[in-house]
T-cell receptor, first 112, second 116 residues
Framework: AQSVSQHNHHVILSEAASLELGCNYSYGGTVNLFWYVQYPGQHLQLLLKYFSGDPLVKGIKGFEAEFIKSKFSFNLRKPSVQWSDTAEYFCAAVYAGNMLTFGGGTRLMVKP | EPEVTQTPSHQVTQMGQEVILRCVPI?????FYWYRQILGQKVEFLVSFYNNEISEKSEIFDDQFSVERPDGSNFTLKIRSTKLEDSAMYFC??????????????FGEGSRLTVL
């Protein structure tokens, strides 16, 4: 079955630490990949997306993600996190049609 | 900035009752979606809607669920006879283009449904 896996359920970092959140998808064919973020009390919003082309994708707020086809991965990175990055992060994929498949989410807490 | 709005933000209902969750998508968007998230679980796709009909639905979206776009602005999810396991956060989303194309989904803040 087509799925998206996020390995880290909870991550706690201090400010200025580097961040990498893992995401793996299951499908070997064409896939569109996304990272969404949900700040406390707010709606899901798009951080970045990959459809094709340069596998290193830059998003908003200094986030980036790298699509590695051989590893079926699309990890999210940020070189230096801030307290305001505290949120839940969701990796998602569209394999076909109009259905977005989400990973289980990673709760990030950044300590000031 | 245009946004997707959902009402109510929280609804408590008795098992077996009908519930209607309302959404106002972004005005020029063409594709509409419902997702849900049961507490502690993944966000799950329910249904997508385009050109006044369901374009795709998941196994979760059984006969007790229905969607409607009754006018030019609202997009509703109806649960005919609620069950305890329907308790979840329901997210509405809209996009200008289809998700498989270049479409970015814009989500509402969610409606929390609690079935007692």
């Amino acid at each position: 079955a087509q799925s998206v896996s996020q390995h880290n359920h909870h991550v706690i970092l201090s400010e200025a630490a580097s961040l990498e959140l893992g995401c793996n998808y299951s499908y070997g064919g064409t896939v569109n990949l996304f990272w969404y973020v949900q700040y406390p009390g707010q709606h899901l919003q798009l951080l970045l997306k990959y459809f094709s082309g340069d596998p290193l994708v830059k998003g908003i707020k200094g986030f980036e993600a790298e699509f590695i086809k051989s590893k079926f991965s699309f990890n999210l990175r940020k070189p230096s996190v801030q307290w305001s990055d505290t949120a839940e992060y969701f990796c998602a994929a569209v394999y076909a049609g109009n259905m977005l498949t989400f990973g289980g989410g990673t709760r990030l807490m950044v300590k000031p | 900035e245009p946004e997707v709005t959902q009402t109510p933000s929280h609804q408590v209902t008795q098992m077996g009752q009908e519930v209607i969750l309302r959404c106002v998508p972004i005005s020029n968007h063409l594709y509409f979606y419902w997702y849900r998230q049961i507490l502690g679980q993944k966000v799950e796709f329910l249904v997508s809607f385009y050109n006044n009909e369901i374009s795709e639905k998941s196994e979760i979206f059984d006969d007790q669920f229905s969607v409607e776009r009754p006018d030019g602005s609202n997009f509703t999810l109806k649960i005919r006879s609620t069950k305890l396991e329907d308790s979840a956060m329901y997210f509405c989303a809209s996009s200008l283009y289809g998700q498989a194309g270049t479409g970015e989904l814009f989500f509402g803040e969610g409606s929390r449904l609690t079935v007692l």
